[in-house]
């Protein structure tokens, strides 16, 4: 009698094939923003952080210059992932939790990422809280 294979198996397959790809290709999406002073500033300042989806999110009071800072690197960063994602037989929202889950572990002390439960963290020198699809590292 074949032996069942069940669908979280399978995902969790494919989400490790996904994260090699990410580690093998670097996290180069950083590098968009890094270039962007007003970015380096808002980040330091606990203003924006980064989320488990490989997107950035604002941390407490919107103000228009975030929602733009925000917006240009996410929109940035969606195309990056769609076409990694399509180069590699992945789809964009698991290339964009694979990417996810590394930009957070990269996040320095001081710090904001968002948790799995939604909530803002400030990172600190212990490992970061990260979604449980991500692998452990």
Request: charged letters at 20%; glycine letters at 8%.
């Amino acid at each position: 009698m074949p032996k069942r294979v069940n669908q979280s198996s399978i995902k969790n397959i494919a989400m490790g094939g996904v994260l090699a790809v990410v580690f093998a290709a670097g996290v180069a999406v950083p590098a968009l923003a890094q270039r962007d002073p007003e970015y380096a500033a808002a980040k330091a300042a606990g203003q924006i952080g980064e989320k488990p989806d490989g997107f950035l999110g604002i941390v407490g009071g919107e103000t228009a210059d975030l929602r733009r800072i925000v917006n240009d690197i996410n929109i940035k960063r969606r195309a990056i992932y769609a076409q990694k994602a399509q180069e590699n037989n992945a789809t964009l929202e698991e290339y964009a939790l694979s990417t996810g889950c590394q930009l957070i572990l990269k996040t320095s002390p001081g710090e904001k990422y968002m948790a799995p439960d939604g909530s803002w963290q400030t990172r600190t020198s212990a490992a970061p809280l990260r979604d449980p699809r991500c692998p452990q590292i």
